[in-house]
């Protein structure tokens, strides 16, 4: 009975507005598609088909460096005394790179587990999952032994993927079934709890605050869970993504590796926010059209001349452009006004 009125739950819940907005970081065509992120001290390491690369999140127009080469589809990462451990799916064992090294190799962990898919640290040690075997596995990294011991064993065919800790209890994500579990650390031996059902593929999972964000991969998009309600519901936070395999934070910003890209939200925007926050006008200078460009609801608008006497005002909606064709030659300034209010400037030639 619970599975069916989480699922009501959820599809309700689909259907509502979304509060946040998505904008591209950097593009990643073909065989370079994102899968696993990790960030930490605003770099972002992403795993590919075949490398571990990164990005400092605090450029600009980020481009993407590679760090390690040469691997077998690596999956998750997390970082402990600066080493980045990284889950080898290919290879069924989990590796680590050194950081201080500029030409770092690989070092290898434990070689159990099948297909070792996410990772996350508790201590020294080092839980993960194993999708195709699964089960998840927990490993003592200060242990002389490459032997990593079975945490749990799931359904056959559930494939256990995305994984985090918080407070003591592990969660996981049941990509062939749709839901996410928890289990106390302290009692492997207990029956796992079902937090949600209802997902249509969840992979990765990642707490903030009480608020456990899971990427849907084939839903396409984003949802929360807050773990301290009864009974837990899944609300949307992002729709219409393309297959979003992980997710990762910076305060506020969501990171989402997509198909051939890495994307980011705002949590903290409303719709309206982030159309006034991240608008762009072209072309600047113009001659009789102003194009809007990242606007994402309709918004009440007026034009200036530099004496500040109002010469036009409108409703732009997205996809529309604003006529200034009347203007004379020169400076003005254009106001737009949502939750938050912004004024920029432009050229009538």
Do not use: C, W
Not at 124 to 148: E, M, Q, V
Not at 235 to 256: R, S
Not at 268 to 275: G, K, N, R, T
Not at 309 to 337: A, E, M, Q
């Amino acid at each position: 009975m619970k599975k069916i009125y989480t699922s009501l739950i959820i599809f309700a819940l689909s259907i509502a507005s979304v509060f946040s907005q998505v904008t591209d970081v950097v593009l990643l065509p073909g065989s370079n598609q994102p899968k696993r992120l990790f960030l930490v001290d605003n770099i972002l390491y992403f795993s590919q088909a075949t490398k571990i690369s990164y990005i400092d999140i605090t450029e600009t127009d980020p481009v993407h460096t590679v760090l390690i080469s040469n691997l077998n589809s690596p999956g998750g990462m997390e970082i402990k005394d600066n080493f980045l451990y990284i889950a080898h799916f290919g290879d069924g064992d989990v590796i680590k790179v050194d950081l201080d090294d500029p030409t770092p190799s690989i070092i290898d962990v434990t070689f159990f587990g099948n297909t070792p898919n996410m990772l996350k640290f508790n201590g020294n040690d080092l839980y993960f999952t194993d999708n195709n075997g699964n089960r998840i596995y927990k490993y003592d990294i200060t242990s002389s032994s490459p032997t990593a011991e079975t945490f749990v064993n799931t359904p056959n065919n559930s494939s256990p993927i995305g994984i985090d800790i918080k407070d003591g209890i592990l969660y996981y994500s049941q990509a062939n079934m749709g839901n996410i579990l928890k289990l106390d650390l302290n009692n492997p031996n207990g029956t796992p709890i079902e937090v949600v059902s209802g997902l249509i593929r969840p992979i990765g999972i990642e707490f903030k605050g009480n608020d456990l964000y899971v990427a849907d991969v084939d839903g396409d998009k984003i949802v929360k869970i807050d773990v301290t309600q009864s009974p837990t519901i899944a609300e949307d936070v992002v729709t219409n993504l393309n297959l979003p395999t992980d997710i990762t934070f910076d305060g506020d910003i969501m990171y989402i590796s997509q198909l051939n890209k890495i994307s980011k939200i705002d949590l903290s925007l409303s719709v309206d926010e982030f159309s006034t926050n991240n608008i762009v006008l072209y072309p600047n200078p113009t001659k009789d059209y102003l194009t809007i460009s990242n606007l994402q609801s309709d918004l009440n608008f007026d034009i200036s001349d530099v004496n500040g006497r109002v010469l036009k005002k409108g409703v732009v909606s997205p996809n529309t452009n604003i006529d200034v064709s009347s203007l004379s030659h020169g400076y003005y300034f254009i106001t737009f006004d949502g939750v938050s209010s912004i004024t920029k400037k432009f050229i009538k030639n």
